[in-house]
């Protein structure tokens, strides 16, 4: 099947400053992925879709200056947490898709000290 | 929006027993419904998908049944194997577009 990475998969950062997260799609093209976060023991909650070459639409609740979001490419979508805080702690988790199926990236633990 | 509800939220059986968790969706425009497998730490894995044309599908072990009348489906996992324990999500999404899931069920089995 079709291959997301992600990366890094794991990172600390301190209080006020920002993270940024990659996702790619490694052997296919990807117009639209999916940013999740996922609570420890908790199911993933969809934060944004990411476009190609247009703004992502965020779900109600997520702070979109916050959560920067870009699409350059058809294989490449960042997330950047700006200002990130101790409750910005989670698992995040791409998706993208080949208008088949969605394929997960490995996910990033981010850990805000 | 879409809500997708899943049941039960933990669920322990004997290896070789069958196992069944059970997932109702709100909206009636929904037509596709794949269930992950997510082992901690780990991506959820595609284990079997079934769109809204078909009523069941199964693949060795593992089956998926859907009523839209009643807007739920359900996944059956026959002759368990500690390997399969983990936490299985249902979800829902209308074409290709956003995953809704549901809560999560974990899923023990013991040898």
């Known amino acids: 099947g079709a291959v997301v990475s992600q990366h890094p998969s794991r990172v600390i950062c301190k209080s006020g400053t920002s993270v940024k997260i990659e996702c790619r799609s490694l052997?296919?093209?990807?117009?639209?992925m999916f940013w999740y976060r996922q609570f420890p023991k908790k199911s993933l909650m969809l934060m944004a879709t990411s476009n190609e070459g247009s703004k992502a639409t965020y779900e109600q609740g997520v702070e979109k200056d916050k959560f920067l979001i870009n699409h350059a490419s058809l294989t490449l979508s960042t997330l950047t947490v700006t200002s990130a805080h101790p409750e910005d702690s989670s698992f995040y988790i791409c998706?993208?898709?080949?208008?088949?199926?969605?394929?997960f990236g490995p996910g990033t633990r981010l850990t805000v000290t | 929006g879409e809500n997708v509800e899943q049941h039960p939220s933990t669920l322990s059986v004997q290896e070789g027993d069958s196992a069944v968790i059970k997932c109702t969706y709100s909206?009636?425009?929904?037509?596709?419904f794949p269930w992950y497998k997510q082992e901690l730490g780990k991506r959820p894995q595609l284990i079997i998908d079934i769109r809204s044309n078909v009523g069941e599908k199964k693949d060795q072990r593992i089956a998926v049944t859907l009523n839209k009348t009643a807007k739920h489906f359900s996944l059956h996992i026959t002759e368990t194997q500690p390997e399969d324990s983990a936490v299985y999500f249902c979800?829902?999404?209308?074409?290709?577009?956003?995953?809704?899931f549901g809560t999560g069920t974990r899923l023990l089995v013991s040898p």
């Open positions: 979800a829902a999404s209308t074409g290709f577009q956003k995953l809704v």
């Open positions: 052997d296919f093209q990807a117009t639209t």
């Open positions: 909206d009636s425009a929904s037509n596709y």
């Open positions: 998706s993208a898709t080949d208008q088949y199926e969605q394929y």
